[in-house]
């Protein structure tokens, strides 16, 4: 498997992949690989911004608050509709688990159960379809990420669409492999997706023709 599937011991500062021109834009998140997933800002007085990186997550956002916050779909119901799911039928999403598999890992949903998946504020491995795709004020991806076991809303760092990156590639309904994903959590039921360059193993574009490995 990619040698990105494991950077556990990896300082949180490098996951992030910041340096200071980024800081002053207030980005969100951080992304890179090496083979080519609500409440309404309701009546808010006030916002706590959270100390560093994390934070510029909150800032990013009007009032500091971060929209669409992980909308989790039971696990069993997921999982029971995957014969007439069409994003567990597509030739994105069947190439990409025959990649894991024949890379000796294995394909399980965790962003619906991302409690029980969590290590260090990070997901040892997302393998998931796209969902809804859009760019934000500040270059980077808002995404929505869907795997086996639920949904969850996210950003992937421009890097990752910029020159030379997967611009292209990554649209609603292409799969994406991801590593050690960091994931914020402003409160216990509510998650967000950080995706950096670091983290991408593969992605496979949305009319991959299924059993083609090449992504």
């Not at 039928?89 to 688990?97: E, F, L």
């Not at 409690?115 to 995404?143: E, H, M, R, Y």
Request: net charge negative.
């Amino acid at each position: 498997m990619d040698s990105n599937f494991n950077n556990d011991n990896e300082p949180w500062e490098l996951s992030l992949d910041i340096n200071d021109s980024d800081l002053h834009l207030t980005p969100v998140l951080r992304p890179s690989g090496s083979t080519r997933f609500e409440p309404t800002p309701s009546t808010l007085n006030t916002v706590k911004i959270i100390p560093g990186p994390v934070g510029s997550v909150q800032q990013a956002t009007p009032s500091g608050y971060c929209p669409n916050p992980a909308r989790i779909i039971p696990g069993h119901k997921v999982v029971e509709d995957v014969a007439e799911d069409d994003d567990f039928n597509s030739g994105a999403w069947v190439s990409t688990t025959n990649y894991v598999i024949s890379n000796g890992g294995s394909v399980t949903g965790c962003l619906g159960d991302i409690g029980n998946f969590l290590k260090k504020g990070k997901l040892n491995q997302v393998v998931a379809i796209v969902k809804s795709c859009s760019p934000n004020v500040l270059g980077d991806l808002t995404v929505t990420m869907k795997d086996l076991s639920g949904t969850i809303p996210g950003t992937v760092h421009h890097k990752v669409i910029g020159e030379g990156g997967y611009e292209k590639d990554i649209t609603v309904e292409a799969a994406l492999i991801l590593a050690n994903v960091l994931v914020f959590s402003p409160k216990p039921s509510m998650h967000y997706l950080n995706s950096t360059m670091r983290n991408v193993v593969k992605v496979f574009h949305k009319d991959t023709v299924r059993g083609n490995g090449s992504g």
